[in-house]
């Protein structure tokens, strides 16, 4: 079957940095998605990676490796605006997307 | 500004009932998806449109309909609602461009079933 795991929840402190993981077992792999989901808003995109490395966008980056099924988001100088869930999809050999449950991030201050 | 819609954020339906579930996307996207998101569980693909009049079941199908008429607009059915349908439902389009295929998601719509 297709599995994607992600921590259920994490918490963090305002100005520190977050490393949210992602593990995925897929029939196929066309492409890594990062989404962020604000509690009663729509999902927003944040990253896509295809290729191994580190993607670099501002205080998010997103690295993958094909090899492990392995990606991770990582969130610098983190703000109070970070809470939200940040939800890892993988795009399968069908085109098609595999969602993992999402992580709730919460950021004390 | 990229915008996808949805008719309602919130409705209460009681079983038995016919819903629909409509969704605009100005955009001009190939693509269309209906999904449910339930806490706990990743987001499960009910059913997807690459072209007007065209139609693919998703993940779980079962107890729902689709159209497509127009390339703008997809439409969800409950032909009986049930109670086990309670749940958040996201409408999606993304463009035909198959290399990054980035989804972008309307507001959702809260939908109870008594």
């Known amino acids: 079957g297709q599995n994607i795991d992600q921590p259920t929840e994490m918490t963090a402190t305002e100005g520190a940095i977050v490393q949210i993981n992602c593990t995925y077992q897929?029939?196929?792999?066309?492409?890594l998605f990062w989404y962020q989901q604000h509690a009663g808003e729509a999902p927003t995109f944040l990253s896509y990676?295809?290729l191994d490395g580190l993607e670099e966008k501002g205080r998010f980056s997103s690295f993958l490796s094909r090899s492990k099924g392995y990606s991770y988001l990582l969130l610098k100088e983190l703000q109070m605006k970070d809470s939200a869930s940040y939800l890892c999809?993988?795009?399968?050999?069908?085109?098609?997307?595999?969602w993992g449950a999402g992580t709730k991030l919460i950021i004390k201050p | 500004d990229v915008k996808v819609t949805q008719s309602s954020r919130y409705l209460v339906k009681r079983t038995g009932e016919k819903v629909f579930l409509e969704c605009v996307q100005d955009m001009d996207h190939e693509n269309m998806f209906w999904y449910r998101q339930d806490p706990g569980l990743g987001l499960r693909l009910i059913y997807f449109s690459y072209d007007v009049k065209m139609k693919e079941k998703g993940d779980i199908p079962e107890g729902y309909s689709v159209s497509r008429e127009k390339k703008e607009r997809f439409s969800l059915i409950l032909e009986s609602a049930s109670t086990n349908q309670t749940s958040m439902y996201l409408c999606?389009?993304?463009?035909?461009?198959?290399?990054?295929?980035?989804?972008?998601f309307g507001p959702g719509t809260r939908l109870t079933v008594l």
């Open positions: 999809a993988v795009r399968d050999s069908n085109y098609q997307l595999i």
């Open positions: 999606a389009s993304s463009s035909g461009d198959i290399v990054s295929n980035e989804q972008f």
């Open positions: 897929t029939s196929g792999f066309n492409g």
């Open positions: 990676n295809v």
